[in-house]
């Protein structure tokens, strides 16, 4: 078993608008499982962040526990990173972001983490809308526990050791968009042209973006009966394609007419999804809680993105929290002496 | 694409690139894994199998399998690859008694012109298998130009009379001295085939430029003048010296007159520095025994006073390249540089030379004076008559013609036993798995970061003072396991079985070097334009799966692929396999050495 990367790289490899090749926002090895969806999911936000030319020392990972909270090991190994309590990532994700908005944060949950334990905090996250991009690596069992059904495993699906979920799903995706999430994704460890531009569009959205990823575990849940298999995944998948070009980037790239629709985020960015021919409304929560619930019906998975409101309040806009990094501000400013107290009290009386 | 044949074995020897660049096909990796298990006489049997001169060649070989290297493609510079071969040499045990014997006479008689290295070799595949061998050469010992051209402070005797001496022990038969004058009486005794290793022995000369003959008794013409070294016919040379030519001979040439008494030995050279024939290093090593090379001089003429030679003019040029690939050397215009010298050494190239060959027995040649052959079987138009070596298609070097002994070996075994000579035996290959455990591989799969070690030298002073002194001492058991590290194994081969994949992507992802790709499939050009990176160098393949579940392809570029084996750790249903490719060139004796 190697425990080190080797060093060497494509000389090749291309370079983004910083000059950082791929390798760059590479993290360690990975322990998990060989071929664990979540390592997929990594590679997909290394690709993305690579991409998009984000900085990796303005990037914080956040997680909780499981196999895919493991995840911020291996990817950004020189991004800021903290593992959380079990469930817990959203309380720590809520005060990184007040404390300091010029940061990119990426959460990483699992099902379990999330769905479980984490689901009282999770729904108080997206109620909030913390600036995040909150990745849940669905993969329907707790992987780290040795594969015990999660609340995300669909009715009827078999565990590995012959028991059928006698319960029905949580399906996150349409609960983040009942709970009013501005930005709401679904997408597949296996279909990394669907996941990177979803994930790099979640970055740039200015609030909660929530992505619901299918991510087999290989090892407790990837057998005939699972309804979370690499196999089975890929047999009712629906996927609807997009492109992610940032603000900076002129479109160069022409679309047949009625092929694709444009939606534009707060920064500029585009995001094109194409297929319209499903006359796909991405900007009507109703309708796209329709459309999953339909595709559910059918047995077909619907992944892209889900729902867009690019314009929504996040929670430090909507309490008008300091526009500098808490540490950037100076003695005079945490600490504006008696005159600013006395002037407060005043107001107060 | 079509699926990739990985069943050609030609496939996976492309990609253990040392060894296909190899004229011989030496199992490089093979035997630098041996050398880093301290195993050195086994790397040593492996070595002499496939080229004869281990210790010879550890010292002098041209090196084609370096430049090849894939190592010098991830870094700067390859592995040590020759001098790990010395290393086998130096450190093995004594080794004879592994070595084969000449088998039970079989009643066949081969003759043998010339003792070089072609010859030699001819003589090592035949002697097993019964045959007589006679060997004919005008010098009185074996060796060839490893004898008497290249000389001993690069290649000692004592390492050359061992290896020479592993053959001529097998039983055969030495005419030394013996200058054949014609083939024709060879031809008239009863030898069943006859193999011509003569070389190419004459060196070319300047025999129209002004002042050549006047000042010839310091005009000398460089291979001639170091085999009279080599056989101590000539032991000084004046205070300045110039050595004309830009190839490895000028480079022996200039090394030893510093050696012989040149104070001011000039190497002076008709095109740029960059476009030298000599190897990259053997010019380093003259630089730095204090030699200066001057590039873009024109031989114009020996200044004779006094009848005695005592300056040369050249005439300055700059290179001038055109569209269609020609080079022109432009002269400068400007006046003509004197350089003062006492001796001249012309070494600017060797021809073909076959006096001796009659006209009118059936040998062929062509308008260059090369024999006419087949490429194949090195058979010439005198179905008896093989050639090799640099007899065969000019000068080359000792790898070069120890592959064409094998060869050649091979034909005039299937010729003396009446076989079809077209119908050569295929190589011997065998791919085995290295899994151990899950992730556990029974090579060293771990790539090193070390940068290439250096050779360490004695001190000039001594070497400049001892003709026969060894320049280079050889890495030490250390530095040689830290080169040896370095190899990346290019033998242990990804071999893909498609049904097991079930496109996780994880071996994409891992993989450091970005080689592994699911996309669909397409035309070549296009296919290698859309890869992670695109595969650029055409010299390296492309392997196209078979159509996977997802109706992609896996395309994985050779070029850049480390041997890691992360990609087959990395699988969950071991789609992927690491195997140990092992590819031997059939000769003419199977099994010469114990198998390692
Ligand atoms: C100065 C110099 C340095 C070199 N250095 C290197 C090096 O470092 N590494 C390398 O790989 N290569 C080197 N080479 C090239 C290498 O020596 C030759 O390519 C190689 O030796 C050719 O082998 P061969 O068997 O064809 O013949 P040769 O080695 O040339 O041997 C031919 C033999 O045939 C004999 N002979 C010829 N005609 C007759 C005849 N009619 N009757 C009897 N005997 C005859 C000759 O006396 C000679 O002994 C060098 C060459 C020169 C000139
Ligand atoms: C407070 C607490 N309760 C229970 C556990 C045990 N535990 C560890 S991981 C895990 C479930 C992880 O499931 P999921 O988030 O889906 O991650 P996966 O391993 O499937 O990726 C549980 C219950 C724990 N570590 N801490
Ligand atoms: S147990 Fe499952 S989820 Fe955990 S690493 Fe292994 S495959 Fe991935
Ligand atoms: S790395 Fe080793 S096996 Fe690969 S080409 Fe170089 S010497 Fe040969
Ligand atoms: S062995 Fe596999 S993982 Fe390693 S470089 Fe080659 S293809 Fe990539
Ligand atoms: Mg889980």
């Known amino acids: 078993m190697s425990y080190l990367k080797p060093k060497f790289r494509h000389p090749n490899l291309p370079t983004n608008a910083l000059g950082y090749t791929v390798a760059d926002y590479e993290g360690s090895i990975s322990t998990l499982c060989a071929g664990c969806g979540h390592d997929s999911i990594s590679s997909a936000i290394i690709n993305a962040c690579f991409q998009s030319s984000l900085e990796p020392h303005k990037i914080a990972k956040l997680s909780g526990i499981g196999c895919s909270s493991k995840m911020p090991t291996y990817f950004l190994g020189k991004s800021h990173g903290f593992n959380s309590v079990h469930g817990r990532m959203p309380s720590v994700a809520t005060g990184a972001s007040l404390a300091n908005r010029g940061l990119t944060y990426i959460g990483i949950s699992g099902d379990g983490d999330t769905a479980s334990i984490g689901m009282g905090q999770f729904v108080h996250l997206i109620r909030r809308n913390v600036n995040m991009t909150y990745i849940v690596a669905n993969n329907g069992c707790y992987g780290l526990t040795k594969g015990q059904d999660s609340a995300t495993a669909d009715l009827g699906s078999v565990s590995k050791y012959g028991a059928v979920n006698p319960f029905d799903g949580i399906d996150l995706a349409s609960l983040a968009m009942l709970q009013g999430a501005g930005f709401v994704g679904r997408s597949f460890s296996g279909d990394k042209e669907q996941l990177e531009p979803l994930i790099r569009a979640a970055m740039s959205h200015q609030g909660f973006a929530f992505i619901d990823v299918v991510s087999p575990c290989v090892t407790f849940n990837n057998h005939q009966g699972s309804t979370k298999s690499y196999a089975e995944t890929r047999e009712n998948l629906d996927a609807m394609p997009l492109d992610f070009v940032p603000m900076r980037e002129e479109i160069t790239t022409q679309y047949d007419p009625g092929t694709t629709q444009g939606v534009t985020l707060h920064d500029g960015s585009v995001i094109h999804l194409h297929k319209a021919s499903h006359e796909y409304r991405t900007n009507d929560r109703t309708a796209a809680l329709n459309a999953v619930q339909m595709a559910t019906q059918e047995g077909r998975i619907l992944t892209g993105l889900l729902f867009l409101d690019p314009n929504s309040q996040n929670l430090n806009q909507n309490l008008n929290i300091a526009s500098k990094p808490l540490n950037e501000l100076g003695k005079n400013e945490l600490c504006p002496g008696s005159r600013v107290l006395n002037s407060i009290n005043e107001g107060l009386r | ?596």
């Open chain 2, 1 to 596: 694409m079509d699926p990739t044949d990985t069943a050609d074995p030609e496939y996976f020897h492309k990609v253990v690139d040392c060894q296909f660049a190899c004229p011989a096909h030496t199992p490089v990796p093979h035997y630098i894994r041996l050398i880093a298990q301290q195993k050195y006489t086994d790397a040593y049997l492996v070595n002499w199998e496939s080229n004869v001169f281990p210790g010879v060649l550890g010292r002098t070989c041209d090196r084609p399998c370096e430049p090849a290297c894939r190592r010098g493609r991830v870094e700067e510079e390859p592995v040590a690859i020759c001098r790990l071969k010395r290393v086998a040499a130096d450190f093995k045990d004594d080794v004879a008694e592994q070595l084969p014997k000449a088998g039970k006479a079989n009643g066949k008689k081969i003759a043998l012109i010339g003792g070089g290295p072609a010859s030699l070799t001819v003589a090592r595949d035949l002697a097993p298998l019964g045959y007589a061998l006679h060997l004919y050469d005008a010098e009185a010992k074996a060796g060839g130009f490893m004898r008497s051209q290249i000389p001993a402070f690069r290649l000692p005797e004592t390492v050359l009379d061992e290896e020479v001496g592993y053959v001529m022990d097998m039983g055969v038969t030495a005419h030394f001295n013996t200058y054949v004058d014609s083939l024709a009486d060879i031809l008239a005794k009863d030898y069943d085939a006859i193999f011509v290793g003569s070389g190419a022995p004459r060196g070319r000369d300047l025999p129209s430029l002004p002042g050549r003959q006047e000042a010839d008794a310091n005009i000398h013409i460089g291979i001639d003048w170091l085999s009279s070294v080599a056989f101590n016919h000539v032991d000084k040379i004046g205070k300045k010296v110039i050595v004309l030519g830009g190839g490895n001979t000028a480079m022996d040439c200039c090394r030893t007159s510093r050696r012989l008494g040149g104070d001011e030995v000039k190497v002076i050279v008709r095109s740029p520095y960059a476009d030298m024939k000599a190897s990259p290093w053997e010019k380093e090593d003259a630089i730095h025994e204090g030699i200066p090379i001057i590039d873009n001089h024109v031989p114009m003429e020996f200044v004779v006073e006094d009848g005695k030679l005592v300056a040369m003019l050249f005439d300055q040029v700059e290179a001038v390249y055109h569209e269609d690939g020609r080079r022109e050397l432009k002269s400068t215009g400007e006046e003509p540089i004197r350089v003062d010298c006492d001796d001249v050494l012309i070494a600017i190239g060797q021809e073909n030379a076959f006096p001796w060959i009659e006209t009118d027995i059936g040998i062929d040649f062509s308008r260059w004076g090369l024999p006419i052959l087949d490429p194949e079987s090195l058979q010439s138009t005198l179905p008896r008559v093989f050639f090799g070596g640099d007899a065969a298609f000019g000068p080359e070097n000792i790898i070069t013609a120890v592959a064409h002994g094998h060869r050649a070996a091979v034909s005039i075994d299937l010729f003396c036993r009446g076989e079809d000579l077209s119908q050569r035996p295929a190589p011997f290959v065998n791919l085995m798995s290295q899994k151990m455990g899950i992730h556990e591989w029974s090579y060293d799969s771990e790539t090193t970061d070390d940068a290439r070690k250096i050779v360490p030298l004695v001190d000039l002073k001594e070497a400049l003072n001892d003709r026969v002194l060894e320049v280079e001492l050889g890495f030490d058991p250390q530095t040689a396991f830290v080169e040896a590290e370095r190899c990346l194994n290019c033998d242990a081969q990804t071999v893909f079985e498609a049904g097991n994949c079930i496109e996780c992507d994880a071996c994409a992802d891992i993989c450091p070097t970005s080689c592994i790709n699911f996309t669909q499939n397409g035309p070549e050009d296009e296919l290698r334009s859309r890869l992670a990176v695109p595969a650029e160098n055409l010299d390296q393949d492309i392997y196209v799966s078979q159509t996977l579940q997802t109706g992609r392809v896996l395309v994985k570029d050779e070029d850049m692929c480390l041997h890691c084996g992360l990609c087959a750790e990395r699988c969950p249903t071991a789609a992927w396999d690491m195997q140990m490719f092992f590819y031997n060139v059939a000769k003419a004796s199977p099994n010469l050495v114990r198998a390692t």
